[in-house]
Nanobody, 126 residues
Framework: EVQLVESGGGLVQPGGSLRLSCAAS????????MSWVRQAPGKGREWVSG????????NYADSVRGRFTISRDNAKKTLYLQMNSLKPEDTAVYYC???????????????????WGQGTQVTVSS
């Protein structure tokens, strides 16, 4: 059974940092691209960042580029999102998602993800 379990969310002040983790099980993690997707209160889901199976190619939404860094540790079967310089508009539930392919190409289309985690809440507020 495929499982994706996010952790690391919480309350942080504007300008602060958080690192999210997504622990994967039930599949060969190193074979598949992954993404982070977020959903702010009252809004639809928004793609944040994607990474290829090997971890050497990533892309970012314009809203987070230069502040967020996606990475993965295939030995630990874990996906990460380092979030720096957080803003109130980053407040959202953050989900990790798995894709049925290896390339980072196409990960912006999160509707094609085949598995999702349950999400972790990030709140940026003073």
């Amino acid at each position: 059974e495929v499982q994706l379990v996010e952790s690391g969310g919480g309350l942080v002040q504007p300008g602060g940092s958080l690192r999210l983790s997504c622990a994967a099980s039930g599949f060969t993690f190193s074979n598949y691209a992954m993404s982070w997707v977020r959903q702010a209160p009252g809004k639809g889901r928004e793609w944040v960042s994607g990474i290829n199976s090997g971890g050497d190619s990533a892309n970012y939404a314009d809203s987070v580029r230069g502040r967020f860094t996606i990475s993965r540790d295939n030995a630990k079967k874990t996906l990460y999102l380092q979030m720096n310089s957080l803003k109130p508009e980053d407040t959202a539930v953050y989900y990790c998602a798995k894709y049925p392919w290896a390339s980072v190409l196409g990960t912006r289309d999160f509707g094609r993800a085949d598995y999702w985690g349950q999400g972790t809440q990030v709140t940026v507020s003073s």
